[in-house]
Structure formats: C-alpha cells, structure tokens
C-alpha cells in the first residue's frame, strides 16, 4: 500500500511547468528548424540534404564520432576500474582531471591543440619531418571530439561500479583469475547497461561539437568540415533552409540515438528485473 | 593507515591505459597553454587577465551562467522529480529529449534560439509587445542559451538518486505525522543535496566556457554581452597568443576551482549525511 | 547470448580503433606527398579566403578549372576555406595547408608571411599590388530609408541603431572603421574630435558581431539596427537576395579596400603547386575573370571591364540591381589604407591593444 499521500494539484503544477519549459526551450527550437527546413518544400529539403558537401560533413562527423567513442570506451572502463577497485594516491587529482574536459571552453579545447600541434610548436618539426598533419585535418578533429566527450563514459561507470564494491572481483581473484577473466565474468555484466548508456551520451555529444572543432578544423569545404561548421557554412551564405535542413539531419540522428538509450534502458531494466 | 594493494589483479594495465589517454588527451596539450602564456612576465600576465574588458567579460560569463545554472537546478530537480514520482502522458517522450541540447550542435542552437527570440522572433516580439524586455543582443539572451545547454545537468545528476530513495523513509516519516513539506525537507532533500551540487556545478562550468551558442546570440557589445571565450577568439585574432592563452589559463583555473569546491562540497555533504546516519 | 554480443561488439571496437589509428595517420601522409603531380592527375589546390568572397570563388574556381584543362591538359580542384580573414590568416600561419590565399586586406597576408611561409615581396608579385579586385565600404539601410540616413554623420545620430562588426575580429569592420575616421577627419575635426565622434558612432552599435557575415545576418535577418555599414559586395549582394526590402547608401567619402592575394610558397613547394598557384592567381586578372568579378560586384582593376559597369549617379541611394548591370557608383572620394600610414601603423594606432578602438570603449 502506498502510503504517500499523492498531491493531485502539485502533480500537476509541477508537470505543467515542465511541459511549458521544456516545450519553450527544446521544442520550440526544434519545431522552428523543421519548419524552416521545409520552407523550400521537400524537394528542396532532399537537395539539400543529398548535397555533395552535406555528405561528405555528414561522413566526416560519423568519422569522428566513432572514434571519440572508441577511445572514450577503452579509456572510461580502465579509468573507472582503476578508481573503483583499488586504493592509491593521488585519487582525487586523477578524478579531478578526469572531468575537466566537460568544463573547459570548447575555445580553450581548440587551442590547446593548435598550440602542442600547430606551427609554433616544438612538436611539429617532427610530426612535420614524418609528415603527419593533426591539426586543420582529421586527426585534429578527433582529437577534439574526443577531448569534449572525455568523461562521459567513466562519468556513467564510476557510481555503478562504486556501488558493486571490490567483494567479488577479490573473492574471483583468490580462486586465481587473471584480470580479464575478472572483468569478463564479474565486472563487465554489472556495468554493461551504464556502459551502453555513455556511449549513447557519447555519440550524441561528439555529434554536435562545434566549438573546439571550428577552432581547428580549417574549414576546408569537403575535407575537413564537420556537419556542424557545413551548417555554419550555409548559415552565413544566406542559405537558411539548407543550413536547417542540415541541422534536422543531426536532430534526426540525436533522436534515434536517444530512442536506441530508451529501447536499451528498458532492456536492462527487464533483465535486472529477471535477475531478482 | 595502512595502504595495502588490492589483490585484484590488473592495477598496472588500468593505470596505464588510463595514464597514457590522460596524458595524451588532456595533460600535454593543458601543458602547451601554461608553456605559451609563461612567456609573458608576471606583472604583463597579471595585467593582460585583469583588463577592464577582460574582468566585465568574466563578470559576463560568470553572472549569466551562475543564473542559468540555478534556473536549471529548480527546473531539473522539478523534471527529475516527475520523472520519478508521476505517471503521466508523454513521460517517456519527456524522458528521451532531456539530453537533446547535448546533441544539438550549439550553433544551430545558437541560432535557432536566436531567430526565436529577437524582437519580431515567434517568443521575442511577446516580451517586447508585452512587456518591453528584448531578449536576444541582451544578457538575458545570453542566460537563455545558457539555460537550454543546461538542462541534462541537474536531471540527470538527481533522477538516479531519487530513484534510489527507498519509499519507507517517507512512508515512515509520514507515520510519524509529517507532512509532505516536512518530509521533503528532511528525508528526501539531504539525500539528493549532492546529487543537486554537483548538477549544478557541472552545468555551471560548462556554461561559463560555453561559446558556440552564445556568439550567436549574445551581441558581443564590449562591457555589456562580451563573454570571456569571445575574448580568446579576438585575441587569437590580433595573433596575440600569449594574451589569449592567459585569458584562457584564467577560465581553466576557474573551472579547476569549481570542480574543486564540488568535491570539497560532495565530501562534507556525504560526511553530514553518513554521520548523521 | 547477449553478454557474449556484447563483448563482441567491445572487441571489434578495440580492433577497429587500432586499425583507425592506422589509417588515419596514413590517409594525413598522402595530404603532403613531396613530389610535383604528374600530368593526367587530377592537381589539388587549396584556396583560403575570407568571409563574403564565396559565391565569387564558387564561380571562378569553375572558370580557372575550365581553363586550366583547355591550356595544360590537366584536372584541378580546388578547395575552399571560408572564414573571417584576420582568423583564417593566423590558421594559415599556424599549419593550414593552403596553396593560396585570397585575403581580405595585406595586413593579413602579412601575417602569413611574418610566419615564414611566404617569400618576401608579395604585394608586388602580382600586378596593382597583388589586388586583382577591390572594394569599398557603402551604408545598406531599409526601405524607403525610414531613418534618413545618407553620410556618416547621420551614423552618430542618437536615434540611428548601427551594425557594424568588430574590428578586432574582422577585416572588413578595419575598413569600416577607417572609413569613419577619413569622413570625419575630412570634415576638419582634430584626433579628439575625431576620437570623440567615432566613440558616439560604436556606441549606437546594437549588435558587434564577430564577422562580415554574421553583421549582414544581424541585420538582415534579425532585422537588427537601422543601417549596416557593410562591404560594397555584401551590400549588393543582400538587394539581390531580398529585392525590395533593402537600399544601398552611398556615403561621400569612403576607403578603397584592396582584398591581396598571395602564393604560400612554402606550402606550395611542398606540395609541387607552385606553377599551378601562381596560374590561379594570375588569371584572376584575365578579363573573363574580371568579368566573373565584376558581375560578384567586387570593382575589377581592367580599365576597360571597370569602366563597363560604371554609371553616372544623380542620387547616392541605390534602390536596386541595376537591369543593364551598371553598379558602380563612381562618385565617391576614396582614401585608401595609405592615408593611415600602411597597416602595421594604422593596426599599432587604432586596433592594437590599448589603441584608439579599446580607448572609445573605456569608461
């Protein structure tokens, strides 16, 4: 029996007010691009979106996005396993850096890439000498992306794993299991739903980055442009309905990431509820 | 006092991934800024970062997303809250857009929420009609964006821990004759308190640096919408490098002392709530 | 069945981001192979340019890519990279690997060449100091002129909203900086005076965006402010795209901008582009090219071309395109950036840090 006495006027003040404010602040932006991408009609919502260059930014972002969240997946679980399952110094600095990167300006992210790879760089000679080129090409942007995106898994594995506690991962180390066995068999099955669920965040996140990309991609139309800086592109040449119609390209793939995170979470949910 | 290793076997590995992403990632190239603005002299460092229009852009940055970030801490911890405590229509909808600022490029938001609001933009032209405030080119438009990148923060710090609250404490306080007030303030309110500081931090943070929205929006008019990243990008502009990563060693300290305080903050908070307990 | 997917989908991310890894480095090799193309290979050439020259480098790249086919035989496709110019010349300097650049004032090839990327001398390598076209600074208000705004006084007029980016981010708000400056020095003012006038003028600003671009959107599409102080080219551009809404001001004194263009030759021995680079630029000044110019309405420097689009103005409003494609508006006292001394002494007193710019925003 729930005891809660259940407020029928709050429960719905305070629903109300989320519709309003989410409906001003999220949908209100989003209907506004949907309209004004189809401003043209559908024809020339597909020629825009099937354009040449919205493409290639198309592919180039993807390009970026699976390689933040493939470094951010190898680096979130040994960091979240290291911070969880053993005790040594220097904790807190390492967590500490850890998630810095979600509260540096997406400027400052840019630039401190332009600095260590760029032309006044010490490093670059070298880099230069075997001619590999990271800033204002690919691997810069990677870069970036992944710098924007860094905590994002450890963020989501952290409490998960804090809250398991090391009882198991020590009882399986005393019958002698290596470490990967370890985490096969006991960590990885209680962390795999948070896992799913930063690179959803992940995906989404490197999807969308500007800031710290426009720093240092170059802006090389069908190279090195993002879908993000494509849209700026047409923004600022008066092409309204092809930088929105680009836009909705990138609404549309945040939806399905974010319907793909509703379909996983409930697939765990169903699975802890199996498991009791 | 005794630090004994644990004897799971794989700190090296771990460390060392960890280390080596860290390091190439975030360390080295953090380093390369502390490197080039180190070539100012002290006195020229302390002078560049203490510029009138570089403390009003400061100002700027930090006031508009100090009240974006506490918009987003009543607004989230209403969302989180609904999200659940209630049923209701359109709950999984509501659910699944929480994190589209997060994928939304900032630009477009940028721009769309611009278009929205200026003087004759669909939201715009209702506040100037009716009340006379215009939003975009002012400090409000600025905190408007800031608000929309916002929004994931605090929901998603705090809808994990409400979750977890076990429903007897309430049932058990309102036994014992409190009331809803009561028993929010004092049974649910300190379990979330972490959970709200450190939604609030992170969006703070993160609003300060934000850029990619906020240019579109803001009217940049020096002492009045200027925000501190806008200041890097002019600096970088007049090929001032030294002047531009010393500004931006500033906002990283910044940054490094919000966190800071967040985790000062989480350990008393914890330390409160596991004493009392 | 599922942790086993899962672990699948760990390890096949493992593996891919090792090969990625790989792969990435390699694709950034082929970018700067050091041995000159040869012939029936399609030649890359990189051209980084500023803000409002695109719809003008849209068309020309098509026409030298025409022509270069027809005269060597061989392919060329260019790449471009648009962007605020002070901001695409520090990129340039700090590694973007462009062949060309196509700048909206020397200042900011300066920059490139300061960097040690191009050799010495540019401004005369090619001919009327390596400007194959110019520009000048013109008003674009609303229709039928509501403010009644017709010189640069009107512009510190309390009641006028200006847009106007800033100078400090963008080359074109220089030129129109300079421009007030000339106007109100020509009307007798002493440098306080002057000084005096211009802070009155920034702070009818509503809006100081970042870039060229960004303004002309303020202004156009925000409908911010009464009149834009823009670049002749954006300016007639924006009565193209919106016919009817907008109207052009001729002021009566203004500045010649001379947008300079310059092989990066650094980059261009490296990538064996040096010929082709020095033809790209070079035939800007073809008369088709000329042509392509003028109908972007950027002012060519051919005589013959210049002279085809002049017309002979009774009124300094224009109200639109012209049908017969006569543009320019002779009448206009033009200074030009050496009035100020060249760029380094007109950046070091009006737009370095603590100069004239930062004092009229002091308090």
Aim: hydrophobic content about 45%; glycine content about 8%.
């Amino acid at each position: 029996m729930n005891l809660r006495r259940e407020n029928k006027v709050l429960k719905y003040v305070l629903i109300t007010i989320s519709f309003i404010f989410l409906g001003v602040f999220l949908l209100l932006p989003l209907i506004y691009i949907v309209i004004t991408a189809l401003k043209d009609g559908i024809s020339g919502y597909i020629n825009a979106v099937t354009d040449e260059y919205a493409i290639k930014a198309a592919l180039l972002t993807i390009e970026a996005t699976v390689f933040a969240v493939i470094v951010n997946t190898i680096f979130g679980i040994a960091a979240a396993w290291l911070i969880t399952k053993y005790a040594f110094k220097g904790k807190k600095l390492l967590s500490t850096f850890i998630d810095l990167p979600v509260t540096v300006s997406p400027i400052i992210a840019g630039l401190i890439y332009v600095l260590t790879f760029g032309r006044q760089s010490s490093l670059y000679p070298i880099l230069d000498s075997y001619g590999i080129q990271i800033i204002f090409a690919v691997p810069g942007i990677v870069l970036a992306t992944i710098f924007v995106t860094f905590p994002f898994i450890s963020r989501e594995l952290i409490p998960v794993l804090t809250a398991q506690g090391t009882d198991e991962e020590e009882a399986a180390a005393i019958m002698g299991a290596g470490t990967a066995t370890i985490f096969r068999k006991v960590t990885f099955p209680h962390i795999k739903w948070a896992l799913l669920y930063g690179i959803v965040l992940c995906t989404a996140r490197a999807m969308g980055e500007f800031g710290a990309v426009s720093v240092l991609s170059g802006h090389l139309r069908g190279k090195t442009n993002t879908l993000p800086l494509y849209i700026e592109l047409l923004y600022q040449g008066y092409d309204f309905t092809g930088a929105f119609a680009a836009s909705s390209i990138l609404v549309v793939l945040a939806i399905v990431v974010l319907i793909l995170r509703l379909v996983i979470e409930k697939r765990g949910q169903k699975e802890l509820d199996l498991n009791k | 006092m005794n630090k004994r290793r644990s004897i799971i076997p794989g700190f090296g590995i771990s460390m060392g991934i960890t280390i080596t992403i860290l390091s190439i990632i975030v360390l080295i190239p953090l380093c390369s800024l502390v490197v080039f603005s180190a070539k100012l002299s002290f006195s020229e460092f302390v002078y560049t970062v203490t510029r009138p229009r570089v403390l009003s852009g400061y100002f700027v940055s930090i006031s508009t997303a100090f009240v974006a970030s506490l918009i987003n801490v009543v607004m989230g911890l209403i969302l989180a809250w609904i999200l659940v405590r209630y049923d209701f229509k359109g709950k999984r909808f509501i659910d699944g857009i929480i994190e589209l600022p997060f994928a939304l490029p900032t630009a477009v938001a940028g721009i769309s929420l611009t278009h929205l609001t200026t003087t004759n933009g669909w939201v715009g032209q209702i506040f100037y009609n009716l009340f006379g405030i215009r939003i975009a080119y002012t400090r409000i438009g600025i905190t408007v964006a800031l608000v929309f990148i916002g929004i994931p923060f605090v929901v998603r710090s705090v809808q994990p821990v409400l979750e977890k609250i076990d429903i007897q404490y309430e049932e058990a306080a309102f036994i014992l004759g409190a009331d809803a007030k009561t028993t929010f303030r004092k049974v649910i309110f300190p379990e979330i308190l972490p959970a709200i500081i450190s939604g609030f931090t992170l969006a703070f943070a993160r609003s300060i640096g934000e850029y990619g929205s906020v240019v579109f929006i803001a009217g940049n008019t020096p002492y009045e919408t200027e925000i501190a990243p806008l200041l890097i990008m002019s600096e970088l502009q007049e090929y001032d490098y030294s002047a531009a990563t010393s500004i931006a060693l500033v906002m990283l300290g910044i940054a490094i002392v919000i966190l800071s305080v967040n985790a000062l903050a989480q350990s008393i908070v914890s330390k409160r709530v596991n004493g009392k307990a | 069945m599922k942790k086993k997917l899962l672990s699948l989908i760990l390890i096949a991310a493992l593996g891919a981001s090792v090969v990625g890894c790989g792969s990435t480095s390699s694709a950034s090799g082929i970018d700067s192979e050091e041995v000159p193309k040869s012939a029936g290979e399609t030649i890359e050439l990189t051209n980084v340019s500023y803000d409002p020259t695109r719809e003008l480098y849209a068309a020309y790249n098509e026409l030298f890519a025409k022509h270069y086919e027809e005269e060597f035989g061989q392919k060329v496709e260019i790449t471009q990279s648009h962007g605020g110019s002070g901001k695409q010349a520090l990129e340039v300097a700090n590694g973007l690997e462009a062949d060309v650049v196509t700048l909206a004032l020397e200042g900011d090839v300066q920059v490139v060449a300061d960097a040690g990327l191009i050799d010495d001398g540019f401004t005369s390598e090619f001919e009327l100091d390596s400007s194959p076209y110019t520009s000048t600074i013109v008003f674009l208000v609303r229709s039928g002129n509501p403010k009644k705004i017709y010189d640069w006084n009107d512009l510190i007029r309390e009641d006028v909203g200006v847009i106007t980016p800033n100078p400090k981010t963008s080359g074109g708000a220089m030129w129109n900086y300079l421009s007030a400056w000339y106007y109100f020095e020509q009307q007798g003012q002493s440098e306080d005076e002057i000084l005096d006038s211009i802070k009155k003028l920034y702070a009818n600003v509503v809006v100081l965006d970042s870039g060229a671009r960004g303004a002309t959107t303020s202004f156009v599409e925000n409908k911010q402010g009464d009149v834009l102080i823009a670049w002749e080219n954006e300016a007639f551009l924006s009565l193209q795209e919106y016919p009817g809404e907008y109207e052009i001001v001729v002021p009566s004194v203004s500045i010649l901008c001379q947008p300079t263009v310059a092989v990066v030759d650094e980059v261009a021995k490296k990538h064996g582009t040096a010929d082709v680079a020095k033809e790209y630029l070079g035939y800007l000044y073809s008369d088709e090219a000329q042509e392509i110019e003028a109908q972007n309405f950027y002012r060519p420097s051919t005589k013959s071309i210049y002279d085809k689009y002049v017309f002979t103005a009774d009124s300094n409003t224009i109200t639109e395109i012209p049908a017969d494609g006569k543009w320019i508006n002779d009448n206009v006292n033009l200074t030009d950036i050496n009035h100020f001394g060249g760029w380094a002494q007109a950046r070091a007193t009006h737009f370095a840090d603590g100069a004239n710019f930062d004092s009229i925003y002091e308090q």
